[in-house]
């Protein structure tokens, strides 16, 4: 099982910085975003991903030689991209961006992509209500499960920070009954509900699925994404 602390340490650093900071701070992994390896300014035409972004193997280029010189790796990419959320009409119309990204972890070397499975316009999934998203959805994910697998990477679903994200363990036992192959990566954060569900909960839910922790510093449930001890 993978265990991940630095989620993109310094926002006005690099990531080819950012891995030079970790090794600094004495972590030897590192997590990042997937729009880092989609081009080097997140804000660069908004969030959108331009095809100008997605010719430029340049900013690869310069994460590997980073990695290969500090000796930190990333151990993994936390999606969705932008531009494209899980059940949206226009789902497959953008996913070039997923493919994209996965041919850029190919060259990297990474093989875990964490993804936040919801959609806004869920809401507070119950069963039977909201079906044709949640069909949707499931729908989204086992084409990106089956397009992943090509290039060597795991879709691991991550625990989220609201419930329109499949919060409730309940709810994420149920997707991965529905989408098979599927593995589970806890935010420590995120899953913290005092007086909703409780972290043996999710562990009984779909513990088996576990491949990734996510250990960020926070405040409650909120995930400042910060170094463990520093918030």
Known sequence: MNFGFCNALYGELSVAQNLEKSRALGFGTYETGAWSLLKRDKFDSGRAVQQSHLDDWSLIDDIGQAAADTGVSICCLHAPPPGIKLGDPDFDDNFFIYEALLARMQ?????????????????EFQEGANQPMWDAIVGSLKKLRDVAAKYGVQLTIETGSGLQDLTRPEALKRLFDEVEGLSWAIDVQHAFRPGQWTYPEYFEAVGDKLAHMHVPDGDGFISHGGIPGQC
Do not use: F, R, Y
């Open 107 to 123: 060259k990297l070397g990474i093989n875990l992509l964490l993804h936040h499975a919801g959609n806004g316009k869920l809401g």
